[in-house]
């Protein structure tokens, strides 16, 4: 099968970071047998405003094309007016490619989503849409809400990836985890000396990303020092994947205090990397593992159980390679 792979989130020459589980499900669909290829719509922005979203460095200058891995890559740009979402996706879906898909699979509604409904349509093949958190936590929730409901329905099918996304009638595929083997780790207890030791906090994201809530992680590392640790406290920004499973491998914990998560992945990864994590309750996160509320003394708390008693935890099937791509299988054999 001939699958044409259209999202907004993809890595990029100067972002290797960027969309990583995009690329992962491209590699996934290609270990079944399909034909993929990607195309990245982008909206066309100067170099400068890229300091104000971080998730948006390296697209000012994405090359028309580029090779990623095994996949070729070409990259389509729209205009993008936050007032004016209807010329927004109008300018989205007027995009065209050489190429005729057996069926198009669409990451991330807004606006990738108008440009593979418009291709699906002109070549009269089905496309899936996959929702990963920001098109049903934000975006249905302000001005854009009709354009992303009606967009939504119109999918052949519509996926998202944790059960707290569930809504219009979707499935839930999660992403696979994908970390390599050499990095895989039992999870074992710490041997700090209680409250005399230092220790490393991994904060597995982007400060800069408002919705991360990097402020909380600080605040938890500061009460942590009242009690007599030496805190350290190390950020992913847009390393390389071996390098973000190397600072796992590091650390003694991974703290995820997030206000609005669809997983989250990099959870997981921390945990096939002997990692232990403390989380709040956001995502997926509540279904297979202990959650605590978002408060400085409760996640202190939980850290110091964390050193002192290690964690039992197992990550749920649904999240395995297998799993997943048994799903994929399955629906597009449906389609």
Not at 167 to 180: A, E, G, K
Not at 206 to 222: A, F, M
Request: hydrophobic share 40%.
């Amino acid at each position: 099968m001939k699958i044409l792979l259209v999202t907004r989130l993809f890595p990029l020459p100067q972002n290797v970071a960027r969309g990583t589980f995009v690329s992962d499900h491209a590699e996934l669909l290609t270990s079944l047998g399909h034909e993929v290829r990607i195309l990245n719509v982008l909206p066309r922005m100067l170099k400068m405003n890229e300091a104000r979203r971080s998730t948006m460095e390296g697209v000012a200058k994405a090359p028309k094309e580029f090779k990623h891995g095994e996949f070729e890559v070409s990259v389509r740009r729209h205009w993008e007016l936050p007032e004016f979402p209807s010329l927004t996706a109008f300018s989205a879906s007027r995009q065209k490619i050489n190429w005729k898909p057996d069926v198009v699979i669409c990451h991330t509604l807004w606006p990738a989503a108008f440009t593979a409904k418009s291709l699906a349509k002109k070549y009269s093949v089905p496309w899936i849409a996959v929702v990963h958190g920001y098109d049903f936590d934000v975006a249905l929730n302000d001005h854009r809400e009709k354009r992303i409901e009606e967009i939504a329905l119109s999918a052949d099918r519509l996926v998202v990836v944790s059960n707290s996304l569930s809504r219009l009638n979707s499935i839930t595929i999660p992403c696979h985890v994908n970390v390599d083997k050499e990095w895989h780790k039992p999870m074992k207890p710490s041997n700090k000396l209680f409250r005399k030791s230092k220790i490393d906090i991994l904060f597995p994201a982007d400060p800069r990303r408002p919705e991360k809530n990097h402020i909380l992680c600080l605040r938890v590392g500061e009460e942590l020092e009242t009690r007599g640790w030496k805190v350290g406290i190390t950020t992913l920004k847009k390393q390389p994947r071996t390098m973000v499973w190397d600072r796992m491998l590091a650390a003694d914990v991974s703290l995820i205090t997030s206000s609005r998560e669809s997983g989250p992945l990099v959870a997981k990864e921390s945990i096939v990397c002997g990692c232990p994590v403390v989380a709040v309750d956001v995502g997926d996160m509540g279904e297979w593992m202990e959650v605590y509320p978002p408060e400085v003394k409760a996640l202190a708390d939980a850290i110091e159980d964390r050193l002192q008693n290690g964690q039992e935890v197992t990550l749920p099937q649904n999240c395995e390679f297998e799993s997943v791509s048994s799903q994929w299988k399955s629906m597009l054999e449906s389609l």
